[in-house]
Every structure is written in structure tokens, then in C-alpha cells.
């Protein structure tokens, strides 16, 4: 009794109480799953479900309490393959499925089964491809994309000729129009060219006109006997308008004709 009743224990000089703490808290961890096949984990499931014993239906990502158990087989021998075991939430019953690596899915084993399998999967499982199969599809694609590629060039040249086809034939339209402008423009300047030297041939005959027209006009003697009536006429204007002014009244006016008589008149008061 005495021993159990002693206070004074040894702690040595680097002892740290929360060091000692955190390992003593592994080691019970440790200690409990050390010598236990299967661990309690909470877990999701990862398919939808539904129970043999009472035929509940167990949706999909539904929150579980359930164990993991590792199993002894591996794929190609180094992946780890597990079994998850959860209980049905109406009667209990257990069920288990475990991992599949290399379908990338999950197998039922017993207990329940799934909802919905995938064609795809379920076939690719039964159906084991040999080597030289595996060898023959991949040439098959490969030889497959070759021809899709060489079709998408053969595809996209033909795009490139046409519009450049089209593009050609919009620069032959448009240069054709471009004539036909010049040569309009070409026949606008002639008819402009022609009328301005009729024109001036026109102006030209005018003048030679008028020319001959003042040649007759100056050696016409009759012509000239008027011109010097007129001018008589113009010089004897003042003096009946001083005549006026000094309050004579002139009787006689003097007339000449075309042929250059002077004619007399008595004025009508």
C-alpha cells in the first residue's frame, strides 16, 4: 500500500506534457485498430440501392455509419482492394459491397443490390479483350482519326478554292465595270470635244459673216449718203435747240429719204 500512496515520480529533463499527451492519444488509436480486420468509418454509399430483406430503397450519397474491411486480393498486384458493409436503416439487415479497380466501380455482394447497372460496364466486365484485340482497335482508331484528318483537309482546301473562285469572279465583274465606266467617260469627252469644235467652227462662220456683212455695209454708196444725213442732222441739233430757246418756231424740217433726197415740209401747228 505504501507504493501506491507515493506522491515523488521521476520525470526526465526533456519530458514535454503535451508531446507525451498527443503519443499516448496515437497509440490508443493504433492500439484499438491494430489487431481488428474491419475499422468503423462513416461513409457515403456511391450507388443507389435497394434492400433483399425488406426492400427499402437507399438513395445515393446517403450518410452512413459502416465498416471498411481490407481485403487479402490486390489488382496487378499492387492496387488494394476494400469491402464497405452498412445495415439497412428499416430492419438491419447487412449489406456489403466492395470495390471493383478494374471496372473503376463497385460490385454488390450480398444483402442488397443496385438500382441501375451500366450496359457499357456490365458488358466491358464479361467480355476480356486479348492483346492482339486491344492491338488491332487501337490501329483501327488510329487509322480512323488518319482518315477523319485527311478528310477535314481535303474538306477545308476545297473551301479555300471556292472562295478564291468567288473572289476571282468579283474581280472580273468589278474590273469589267470599271471599262465599261472608262469607256462611257472615253465617249462623253469625244461628244464633248465635237461640240466645242462646232462651236467654235460656228462662232468662226459668225464672224466671217459679220465681217462680209461690214464689207457691203462701207462700199454701198447709198449707205454712206445716209451716214453723212445723219450726221448733218446730228451737227444742225444744236442750233434749233438755241433757236428753240430764243423763242423762233421752226417751220421747215429737213427729211432724207433712203436715196439721200432731202424732202420739205410745212409743220402742222
Avoid: W
Avoid at 451716214?227 to 421747215?252: C, D, F, L, M
Amino acid at each position: 500500500m505504501s507504493e501506491r500512496k507515493a506522491v515523488n515520480k521521476y520525470y526526465p529533463p526533456d519530458f514535454n506534457p503535451l508531446e507525451a499527451e498527443e503519443a499516448a492519444r496515437k497509440m490508443s488509436k493504433k492500439l484499438k485498430t491494430m489487431n481488428k480486420d474491419s475499422v468503423t468509418i462513416r461513409l457515403m454509399t456511391p450507388f443507389s440501392m435497394r434492400c433483399l430483406k425488406c426492400s427499402e430503397f437507399i438513395p445515393k450519397s446517403r450518410k452512413f455509419n459502416g465498416k471498411k474491411e481490407l481485403l487479402p486480393e490486390r489488382y496487378l498486384d499492387t492496387i488494394k482492394q476494400y469491402r464497405l458493409s452498412v445495415k439497412c436503416p428499416r430492419c438491419n439487415n447487412m449489406i456489403s459491397f466492395r470495390t471493383d479497380p478494374k471496372s473503376g466501380d463497385y460490385v454488390m455482394e450480398i444483402g442488397g443490390v443496385k438500382n441501375f447497372v451500366a450496359e457499357s460496364r456490365s458488358s466491358d466486365s464479361k467480355r476480356h479483350e486479348t492483346l492482339d484485340e486491344t492491338l488491332q482497335r487501337l490501329e483501327k482508331q488510329q487509322q480512323e482519326e488518319k482518315d477523319q484528318s485527311t478528310n477535314n483537309e481535303n474538306e477545308n482546301k476545297l473551301e479555300q478554292i471556292e472562295m478564291r473562285l468567288v473572289k476571282l469572279q468579283q474581280e472580273q465583274e468589278d474590273y469589267e465595270a470599271l471599262e465599261a465606266l472608262r469607256k462611257d467617260n472615253r465617249a462623253k469627252m469625244k461628244r464633248a470635244e465635237l461640240l466645242h469644235a462646232n462651236d467654235g467652227n460656228q462662232s468662226s462662220a459668225d464672224d466671217k459673216r459679220a465681217e462680209e456683212a461690214f464689207k457691203a455695209y462701207n462700199n454701198d454708196p447709198a449707205v454712206k449718203v445716209e451716214s453723212r444725213a445723219s450726221s448733218h442732222a446730228e451737227n444742225s441739233a444744236p442750233s434749233t435747240s438755241i433757236a428753240i430757246q430764243q423763242g423762233i418756231r421752226v417751220k421747215k424740217k429737213s427729211r432724207v429719204n433712203v436715196l439721200g433726197v432731202v424732202k420739205k415740209r410745212k409743220n402742222k401747228t
